[in-house]
């Protein structure tokens, strides 16, 4: 079994527009919290699922001091390891691990540089 898509982020330069036009191009409910020199919002996945209850949560901010990007989080049993395999397989560590709470997170580039995140539920 593969390792499930959990969260997923869209960030850039004004996350009160973001959390405007996402909020009314999907119907997305976006609880908007400050977080370190902007605003992030969290998607809940509850209050986004489709009929069959398929559907992830994701966040919706302003990425300070770094261009905006959009990525997905995946979960892995171990941020270290995951990290030390993407480098293995020609990526690139970007972050972590790092603990954020009831959470661990780690970032990469893949080997074409797209930022691939990771989290290990606590």
Known sequence: MGQPVVHFEVMGDDAGKLHSFYSAMFDWK?????MGEGTYGMVGREENLNPAGIGIGG???AAAGVPGYVTFYV???DVEEALAQAASLGGKRLTG???MGPVEMGTFLDPEGHMIGLVKSG
């Open 75 to 77: 979960e892995v049993p």
């Open 30 to 34: 976006i609880n908007a919290m400050p």
């Open 59 to 61: 966040g919706v901010g």
């Open 97 to 99: 691990p790092d603990n």
